[in-house]
């Protein structure tokens, strides 16, 4: 049942994690922009 679960979230999952921008601070791989974006958002 979970690994039902894990491939029916699977997408949703990814689209949730593709803009996580801490994750890409952390990772240094934010650019100038987003950067930006966060600090407006803020």
Sequence with gaps: ML???KQG???L???VEKY???KRI???S???K???KLLIQN
């Design 26 to 28: 952390v990772g240094h």
């Design 9 to 11: 979230t699977e997408q």
């Design 34 to 36: 987003d950067y930006e």
């Design 13 to 15: 999952h990814y689209k």
């Design 30 to 32: 934010i650019t100038l």
């Design 3 to 5: 690994k039902y679960l």
């Design 20 to 22: 996580n921008l801490t």
